[in-house]
């Protein structure tokens, strides 16, 4: 089956610097991966849409200059967290769909737990 | 606006059957997911209508009505692994994910 991996799995940052997750698609090609953000007891918020080889398509809300989205390839996307704060702290997942915009599925990463402090 | 009810919580027996609702107002159809996540995970893939009727899938099994905008998850012969969250999401017509709340599903013995 498909199979999406996210680096780290979880991370631990002080306030002000920059953290980075990898989302890659293991055994099949993506061009589109999505980025979610989810708080506790709450349901997944999409942040961005990312599309290789261009921009990403941010949610309303989402400030694209702290949240940078780079999809250099058909298997990775990654997440920049720019001057994290503690409010910043949550749980980061990816999910990717395999070529072609009709495909009804996502794979989901197993997520990574930012913790600011 | 584009909009997805589902129940907060749930409370079932284990070896019991539960049913999980799903109400939706979204601007076009491209099928309909039922995703699991147990807290603190990802969440995994349940369940896939685009076409009315009933998908059964092992113990679970989904039920779509497109006229009614309303869909249900059937869990039959609950184990206490099947407590998690159950997250309803519809494809709109930008094939764009919308998802509900989630719904917290409680096992007990």
């Known amino acids: 089956g498909a199979v999406v991996s996210q680096h780290p799995s979880w991370v631990i940052c002080k306030s002000g610097t920059s953290v980075k997750i990898e989302c890659r698609s293991l055994d099949f090609q993506a061009t589109t991966m999505f980025w979610y953000r989810q708080f506790p007891k709450q349901s997944l918020m999409l942040m961005a849409t990312?599309?290789?080889?261009?921009?990403?398509?941010?949610e309303q809300g989402v400030e694209k200059d702290k949240f940078l989205i780079n999809h250099a390839s058909l298997t990775l996307s990654t997440l920049t967290v720019t001057s994290a704060h503690p409010e910043d702290s949550s749980f980061y997942i990816c999910?990717?769909?395999?070529?072609?915009?009709?495909?009804?599925?996502?794979?989901f990463g197993p997520g990574t737990r930012l913790t600011v402090t | 606006g584009q909009n997805i009810d589902q129940p907060t919580e749930m409370t079932a027996t284990e070896g019991a059957i539960v049913q999980i609702n799903c109400t939706y107002q979204?601007?076009?159809?491209?099928?309909l997911f039922w995703y699991q996540q147990h807290a603190g995970e990802a969440p995994t893939f349940l369940s896939y209508n685009v076409l009315d009727g009933l998908e059964e899938k092992g113990r679970f099994s989904s039920f779509l009505s497109r006229s009614k905008g309303y869909s249900y998850l059937l869990l039959k012969e609950l184990q206490m692994k099947d407590s998690a969250s159950y997250l309803c999401?519809?494809?709109?017509?930008?094939?764009?994910?919308?998802w509900g709340a989630g719904t917290k599903l409680i096992i007990k013995p």
């Open positions: 979204t601007s076009g159809f491209n099928g």
């Open positions: 999910s990717a769909s395999p070529l072609g915009t009709e495909s009804y599925e996502q794979y």
């Open positions: 999401a519809v494809k709109d017509s930008n094939y764009q994910l919308i």
């Open positions: 990312s599309n290789e080889g261009s921009k990403a398509t941010y």
